[in-house]
């Protein structure tokens, strides 16, 4: 049986992670033609003023039919700068950001040439941060869904649809003033738990 599929995200959601983390090893899919409107190059954080989308500024190397592998990132816009003031405005008074603010900054402020690139090292961060052991691997061809032998994740989180997991209530910054938000970045639940966001991920119930 196949290694269960994932795609590719910008600081992805904790539906995400909390599916991840089942596993021992998974396949990042990067044979794909680039989808717009994913978590694969956004993601969404919490401010005072309410939910805010963050977006990497993408470049389509090869046109319309890019594959996700060689999806190329611009900085023109110095969208990596903006991201941070932001999730620094957001998270500055959450619990545990202070610990991980100056690794966070190092991974957004490096100029990678590719999303899958920078993807990458912010999974291995979020990874390393959550204690979660899992091996991530990436595809060397397309997959057709048809053709998985498997789990396959790589349709079902995306924005455009419900969240496909049940996500339980942790306090976060602006408590406040808003209702809890389900399935924000990872970030989100990070810097409110810290080290305790690995057993709340195992908390979550799967079917």
Known sequence: ??????????????????????????????????????????????????????????????????????????????????????????????????YYQDELESILMHPYDRLIDLNHALLLFLLNKMKINTQVEYTTDFISPKEVDGDDYRYTITPKQPCPITISPYDQVFADRFPFFPNLSSLDLLFNLGPDSKRYLDSIAIQ
């Open 1 to 98: 049986m196949q290694p269960p599929l994932f795609c590719t995200a910008y600081l992805p959601p904790i539906a995400y992670m909390a599916l991840l983390s089942r596993y021992q090893q998974v396949l990042i899919e990067q044979c794909e033609s680039f989808p717009k409107q994913t978590y694969r190059n956004r993601c969404v954080i919490l401010t005072g003023n309410g939910l805010m989308t963050l977006s990497v500024h993408v470049v389509h190397t090869q046109g319309n039919h890019t594959l996700t592998s060689d999806m190329g990132i611009t900085y023109a816009e110095n969208w990596n700068i903006k991201h941070l003031r932001a999730i620094r405005a957001a998270y500055n008074a959450s619990p545990y950001f202070l």
